[in-house]
């Protein structure tokens, strides 16, 4: 339960600390004076969203804390535990919003998401406001009270999961499909240009080795020519000749005896001339042996050339490239393969999404069904005891087409009412009136809390429109839930807050310059006095006095 809050500098709220207990906690003042500001405050520190507005006037941030109190909320603290977020005594969830409009949550003093602190404080307080029974309209308000009351919400939020995933991959496989016949073409188009370059079977050097060849075959009688003369040149057999010259120098520089150093470096270099001249001629020799120029030959390259020039002016490429382009286009031949596999993956996924959502709808229909009729009965009989004698409340489960696998379930919820005996049950926008909405919205809050799993309820001012008799009874009901947890009330109603176990008073301390809210405990006389004060006004009378002590004994008894 929340056992603690404290607000800094938040909208006329300069300093406050409220202690809270279990039970029933009555929370009055008058208007303007700060009640639902304490409320706005502690839904921000329950992740609410936030502006600069918030922030007191002249302060630099406003800082709000909320202490609860763990022991009967063990989702909680699974939650935290889930988070290795446990914190020894209360859980403590903090909101520090600066005059800048930015936002800092904490929980148990470790920076979190927004989101986060959001989804820890569902767990551990629920609050109703006035103006919830304006969403009593709304369909999707009638689904969530009957889940709730059911104990369905995680169900239906599996559902709803189940449901969202269930789209998304059918929007997936509705693309790929609906492209499917652009990439058959393409596929057959990759396939045939494939086909093309595997049946030429260019190899990585082979295009290089294939031009050098063809070359030297079209220059074929120069080549050999050549190589003729430079072997003519060298060879010994000829006066003259590179060899003969080389072998005399050398027989002149042997004669000299003992050479100095320079003589004997430049005999050994004529010679080492001599022996690479003579292989050199070695490898013309055998250039000239292989040499082949056979004109067979040179046509067959003059082929070979053409068939690889051809192709690649049909890719647009320079011939060098085309074993790259190969390796491209076998890529995304793989790829439209891929997603012809990824068709086949989503279709199996999508019936096995499909399976879930249906498990998971059915089970949630069941539960939905179960739990109609007894709500039904309930809030009927609650709205009777508040002021409309003879009414009759139903709840109408409309199922849905389940092609479409609907993420709220395969049915829709509507609650019907009949204010008038007599008259058949209708839609709540055709029949209720706005104070017969605000009783009926009261009835299914308090039969849905009953149900709930949060220790702490807060209720702001949900008894507006409401008086007489009918008070006394929203006070007892409000009183009754007290007493199995915890219950924070909001009320201008005597009726009611004679029922609170315990009694805040909210008020306007004003000083010379400014002015704030201030909170005080009321016991004994100082409540007397203020249920007085709401039952008559500002100047209290013996009468409205005695009246207040006998409403506050009858409710303690």
């Known amino acids: 339960m929340l056992v603690h809050l404290s607000i800094r500098n938040y909208a006329i709220v300069e300093h406050l600390d409220l202690e809270l207990?279990?039970?029933?906690?009555?929370?009055?003042?008058?208007?303007?004076?700060?009640?639902?500001?304490?409320l706005d405050a502690l839904g921000l520190a329950l992740g609410d969203r936030s502006d600069s507005s918030a922030v007191r006037a002249g302060a630099d941030k406003a800082d709000i804390l909320a202490s609860f109190d763990l022991e009967d909320i063990p989702d909680a603290r699974a939650w935290l535990a889930e988070r290795d977020m446990e914190h020894d005594g209360p859980c403590i969830l903090r909101r520090v919003i600066t005059a800048e409009g930015r936002s800092r949550c904490y929980i148990n003093g470790t920076p979190c998401p927004q989101s986060d602190l959001k989804a820890l404080g569902e767990l551990m307080i629920d609050i109703h406001s006035q103006h919830e029974h304006q969403s009593l309209l709304k369909p999707d308000t009638h689904r969530r009270l009957l889940d709730e009351y059911s104990g369905s919400q995680e169900?239906?939020?599996?559902?709803?999961?189940?449901?969202?995933?269930?789209?998304?991959?059918?929007?997936?496989?509705?693309?790929?499909?609906?492209?499917?016949?652009?990439?058959?073409?393409?596929?057959?188009?990759?396939?045939?240009?494939?086909?093309?370059?595997?049946?030429?079977?260019?190899?990585?050097?082979?295009?290089?080795?294939?031009?050098?060849?063809?070359?030297?075959?079209?220059?074929?009688?120069?080549?050999?020519?050549?190589?003729?003369?430079?072997?003519?040149?060298?060879?010994?057999?000829?006066?003259?000749?590179?060899?003969?010259?080389?072998?005399?120098?050398?027989?002149?520089?042997?004669?000299?005896?003992?050479?100095?150093?320079?003589?004997?470096?430049?005999?050994?270099?004529?010679?080492?001339?001599?022996?690479?001249?003579?292989?050199?001629?070695?490898?013309?020799?055998?250039?000239?042996?292989?040499?082949?120029?056979?004109?067979?030959?040179?046509?067959?390259?003059?082929?070979?050339?053409?068939?690889?020039?051809?192709?690649?002016?049909?890719?647009?490429?320079?011939?060098?490239?085309l074993c790259g382009l190969q390796q491209q286009l076998l890529e995304e031949l793989e790829s439209l393969n891929a997603d012809d596999e990824s068709i086949a993956r989503l279709e199996q996924e999508l019936s096995s999404l499909a399976c879930d959502y249906a498990e998971k709808a059915q089970a949630l229909s069941a539960s939905r069904l179960a739990a109609a009729e007894p709500l039904a009965r309930a809030v009927e009989e609650e709205i009777q005891r508040l002021g409309m004698p003879g009414g009759k409340f139903r709840i109408q489960l409309k199922a849905t087409a389940p092609d479409d696998n609907p993420p709220q379930g395969l049915e829709q919820v509507e609650f019907?009412?009949?204010?008038?005996?007599?008259?058949?049950?209708?839609?709540?926008?055709?029949?209720?009136?706005?104070?017969?909405?605000?009783?009926?919205?009261?009835?299914?809050?308090?039969?849905?809390?009953?149900?709930?799993?949060?220790?702490?309820?807060v209720f702001d001012e949900v008894d507006v429109g409401i008086g007489g008799p009918t008070a006394e009874i929203v006070g007892l009901l409000l009183r009754r839930l007290g007493e199995r947890g915890q219950v924070l009330t909001v009320t201008h109603l005597p009726q009611v807050a004679a029922q609170g176990h315990h009694h805040?008073?909210?008020?306007?301390?004003?000083?010379?310059?400014?002015?704030?809210?201030?909170?005080?405990?009321?016991?004994?006389?100082?409540?007397?006095?203020?249920?007085?004060?709401?039952?008559?006004?500002?100047?209290?009378?013996e009468q409205s006095l005695a009246h207040a002590r006998q409403m506050v004994e009858a409710a303690q008894a």
């Not at 072998?247 to 100095?260: E, T, W």
């Not at 004997?264 to 001339?273: I, K, P, R, V």
């Not at 805040?504 to 004003?510: P, T």
Request: aromatic share 2%.
């Open 21 to 38: 207990q279990r039970g029933m906690s009555v929370i009055s003042g008058e208007t303007g004076a700060g009640k639902s500001i304490m």
């Open 155 to 321: 169900l239906a939020r599996q559902a709803q999961q189940a449901a969202l995933r269930w789209r998304q991959v059918n929007q997936e496989l509705q693309h790929l499909s609906d492209s499917g016949e652009e990439q058959r073409a393409r596929h057959q188009l990759l396939s045939y240009q494939l086909e093309e370059l595997e049946n030429l079977s260019l190899g990585e050097d082979e295009l290089e080795q294939l031009e050098q060849e063809h070359r030297n075959l079209a220059n074929a009688g120069q080549l050999l020519g050549t190589c003729q003369q430079v072997l003519d040149i060298c060879s010994e057999n000829d006066a003259g000749n590179v060899l003969s010259l080389l072998n005399a120098s050398l027989q002149r520089l042997g004669s000299i005896q003992n050479p100095a150093g320079a003589l004997g470096e430049a005999g050994n270099l004529l010679a080492s001339a001599q022996i690479q001249i003579e292989e050199a001629m070695g490898e013309l020799n055998r250039f000239l042996d292989h040499f082949d120029a056979d004109p067979q030959r040179q046509q067959f390259l003059e082929e070979r050339l053409d068939s690889i020039y051809t192709l690649a002016r049909k890719h647009r490429v320079q011939p060098g490239e």
């Open 416 to 457: 019907l009412v009949s204010a008038n005996p007599g008259q058949p049950p209708r839609a709540l926008a055709k029949v209720a009136s706005g104070g017969e909405l605000s009783r009926i919205s009261l009835a299914i809050q308090v039969i849905t809390a009953q149900t709930s799993r949060t220790p702490t309820l």
């Open 504 to 541: 805040l008073f909210v008020h306007k301390a004003r000083g010379q310059d400014e002015t704030r809210t201030a909170v005080s405990t009321l016991r004994d006389d100082r409540r007397i006095e203020e249920i007085a004060r709401m039952l008559g006004g500002v100047d209290l009378t």
